[in-house]
């Protein structure tokens, strides 16, 4: 995939709008950060874009290459390239890590499955990467997993599958410092032509580590303001009351 487009996005839950025409490109190649108060829409729109069915398109579209993919499945979206990094990595009983990513990687490659020792050891050099013990991958799902061990995890699992975008909600929030700089490292060494990213977040200082291209701001579920890094950094200094000023928001 080459670009994500959003067309003026309407999204409802339980009938009730959240997104309120939400437009944003994202080409390969790039990072974008998305920033914005508590409960404006951050995480429906990377739902929506990941096609999570509990997320009604009431208007808009969502478009990869060109093509309308608001009709696609979650799995028909993960296989052409997108990876969604959870805001709370869920519990998955009985499943070790390791068996785990193994199914996420080959579920988008059902022709050509990998081996398990050709998946042990791509599992190995990533997981030595990010730093991670060794023993991560025997055991069970982020049973036991500190919330820093998952954020670990969610980037590992992103540099298992390779994906074409990747959408990070919050992968910084609670973490130590050492921690973030190690999933600022992972997500870095995906930098490429071939892939772009959507991260969401609280603070600037994740953006110190990854640069972002662009940096938008959303308030009351749309983007009312995208520009280079500078503006989370001035976001840093004056909250968002500067910006509603600035823009004569009521929101
Ligand atoms: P943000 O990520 O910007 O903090 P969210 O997208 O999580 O905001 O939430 C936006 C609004 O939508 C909130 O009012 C939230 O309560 C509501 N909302 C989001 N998801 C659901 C859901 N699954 N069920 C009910 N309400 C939801
Ligand atoms: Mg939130
Ligand atoms: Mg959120």
């Not at 508590?38 to 398109?57: E, F, H, R, V, W």
């Not at 990876?83 to 785990?100: C, D, H, I, L, R």
């Not at 579920?221 to 200094?237: F, N, W, Y």
């Amino acid at each position: 995939m080459n670009e994500l487009t959003i067309k003026n996005l309407h999204v409802s839950v339980h009938d009730k709008e959240i997104l309120t025409g939400v437009n944003l490109v994202i080409r390969s190649g790039e990072m974008h950060a998305i920033m914005g108060p508590n409960g404006t829409g951050k995480s429906t729109l990377s739902a929506a874009i990941m096609g999570d069915p509990n997320y009604q398109i009431t208007a808009g579209k969502i478009e990869i290459d060109g093509e309308d993919v608001t009709e696609l499945s979650v799995d028909e979206r993960a296989r052409s390239g997108l990876f969604q990094a959870m805001q709370y990595p869920s519990v998955v009983p009985g499943v070790t890590n390791f068996e785990f990513m193994k199914a996420a990687v080959n579920a988008r490659r059902p022709d050509k499955p990998v081996s398990s020792l050709q998946f042990m050891k791509q599992f190995e050099e990533k997981r030595a990467f990010l730093a991670m013990k060794e023993e991560v991958g025997h055991r069970y799902l982020n049973e036991g997993f500190s919330g820093g061990e998952k954020k670990r995890n969610e980037i590992l699992q992103m540099l298992l599958i390779q994906p074409n975008l990747a959408i990070l909600d919050e992968i910084d929030s609670g973490l130590d410092i050492d921690a973030l700089k190690v999933v600022a490292k992972g997500v870095n060494s995906m930098r490429s032509a071939h892939f772009s990213t959507l991260m969401i977040t609280h603070y600037q200082r994740l953006l110190d580590y990854i640069v972002p291209d662009q940096v938008h701001v959303m308030m009351g579920g749309q983007i009312v303001k995208s520009a280079g890094p500078d503006l989370a950094k001035r976001l840093e200094k004056e909250g968002y009351a500067g910006l509603r000023d600035e823009l004569g928001l009521d929101l």
